[in-house]
């Protein structure tokens, strides 16, 4: 069943997409990013390898120039000027699947990324928590069993190797892919300092970078990132980066995983979160609205069903953003 309701959410947002292409806004929002002094931000989690590779090829013909995490912090730091069509590739969590989808591409193309790790996660089982039902408290409870049923990261030594490409920089997604808005001073504190420790000691470089995990922030962390040395924090905003954009609110273009590629289009440029987070907006609505006559006994009306498999829109701003 879960293959069947992705198979029918990709049609549904695979034609709304090219509804979106064929109406110009690609083509505008495209202008934009080749034509003005802006960087285009794109974060993926495990693209499968037809989907990134088409991606990276859909970039490359229309002129796009992949940049490095270190030549955007020349361009907000220094005001340096964007060459055109600069844009910055990155991805969370550290996937086991980036080392056959996607970094094998990136090697032999020589596109600069930023990997965004979860130390504790990649230096214990691997096992992403949010994939499996539970908690990070409770995932730890069940190493022993957990282990058994595979990693979701990438390994230590494999981090290690990958990390010692020129192609890839290293940056931190807190210890234990921890929401900051949720934490104390001192949690956030450790998740930052102690993230920031480790990845610089498997790697023997500067972890200057740090991606908000879920996207969440409240402005208390650029404190914290001052403290520990990040010069660079990634969210989930949906715009572009410009030589003004705050080096610690640096928005992102979400691509999720296995989606259809006229879709991807529209995230890489930034047109589909403002075109389809209202209609989910209005259907979870919609769904509001019947729980709370369903709780008064009042017999609910039957709206037009919510795709099954949408993603939701992220909080300040993929479940995208983990």
Not at 114 to 126: A, M, Q
Not at 156 to 169: D, F, I, L, N
Not at 194 to 215: H, I, M, N, Q, Y
Request: proline share 6%.
């Amino acid at each position: 069943m879960p293959r069947v309701h992705t198979v029918v959410r990709n049609a549904f947002c695979g034609l709304l997409a090219l509804g979106l292409i064929a109406s110009g806004r690609v083509r505008r929002s495209r202008k934009r990013a080749l034509g003005e002094a802006v960087v285009t931000a794109i974060y993926f989690h495990k693209p499968n390898r037809r989907l990134f590779g088409r991606c990276i090829r859909w970039l490359s013909k229309y002129g796009y120039t992949f940049i490095s995490v270190n030549e955007l912090l020349e361009i907000l730091y220094l005001g340096k000027v964007p060459p055109r069509g600069a844009v910055w590739l990155s991805f969370d969590d550290g996937c086991k699947e980036l080392l056959e989808n996607v970094l094998p591409l990136v090697r032999q193309r020589k596109i600069p990324v930023t990997l965004f790790i979860p130390s504790g996660i990649v230096e214990g089982d691997g096992l992403f928590p949010w994939l499996h039902g539970m908690t990070s408290t409770e995932m730890r409870d069940r190493n022993a069993s957990a282990r058994k049923s595979g990693r979701d990261s990438m390994t230590v030594a494999k981090m290690r190797q990958v990390a010692g490409w020129p192609e890839v920089t290293i940056g931190s997604h807190t210890v234990s892919h921890a929401v900051m808005t949720s934490l104390k001073e001192e949690k956030a504190r450790f998740e930052l300092g102690e993230s920031k420790r480790t990845l610089e000691s498997w790697t023997g470089a500067d972890v200057k970078c740090f991606a908000f995990p879920e996207g969440r922030f409240d402005g208390r962390e650029r404190e914290f990132l001052v403290e520990f040395d990040y010069r660079l924090a990634a969210t989930t905003e949906n715009s572009f980066i410009t030589r003004g954009t705050n080096p610690y609110m640096v928005p992102r273009f979400s691509v999720a995983d296995d989606i259809s590629f006229p879709e991807a289009i529209c995230n890489m440029v930034g047109v589909w979160r403002p075109a389809i987070d209202p209609l989910i907006n209005f259907l979870q609505h919609r769904k509001d609205l019947d729980g709370e006559k369903q709780k008064s006994g009042v017999e609910p009306r039957s709206p037009c069903p919510t795709p099954r498999g949408m993603s939701q829109p992220e909080k300040v701003e993929s479940s995208s953003a983990r």
